[in-house]
């Protein structure tokens, strides 16, 4: 009798499971997106590797997307520049040793940075992609607020971009001196020599 009821068990249990599977309920355990080419350079994916929604930000047509897979990274790597390739783009800048390697891209006036490293289980592949900056352009950091203890606020509003110009003088006068810091702290201290 017991067998029967096990074997019963095991047989609605599949049919159940057979069911669930065309109502379209997500996996809680996935990673959400399972795209097999790149939004943000319109190329395929390396075959086994899906984006991951989780992990990749985009804003038009830039941002970063973020791909897994069980794959090897040399592997990765070459159907990524024969994909790219293939779509006008041009390796610029290469960076590699076993396991780890970054790619500079450019398609015009595009900018691609791929990182393609090995993990334990999986390859994991990033994609960052943007417009190319004019020459002379400056790094634009967000300032800290003074009471944030987090270094920041998200609020791009309130963020205002660091200070680049450069501040006449260079070195203190002969015989003065600079200093950076909390006074009491020590901070650090230039010196004319």
Known sequence: MPRHFVILCLCALCALAGGCSTLGIDNPFGSGESARQSQLLGVPLPAGMSLSGDHSRRSGNEGVEVA?????????AQQMFNSLQAAGWQLR???????????VYDNGERVAVIHVEAQTIQTVLTICAGNRLP???MLNLPVADEGAGDGGTDDAS?????DTTPQSGGTPPVGTSESWGAPTSGGLQERSL
Not at 68 to 76: F, H, L, M, P, R
Not at 93 to 103: A, D, E, F, K, T
């Open 68 to 76: 897994y897979g069980q794959i090897n990274a040399a592997v990765a």
């Open 93 to 103: 800048l290469q960076q590699s040793r076993p396991g780890r390697g970054i790619y």
């Open 135 to 137: 020459d002379g352009s």
């Open 158 to 162: 309130g963020a205002e971009g660091l």
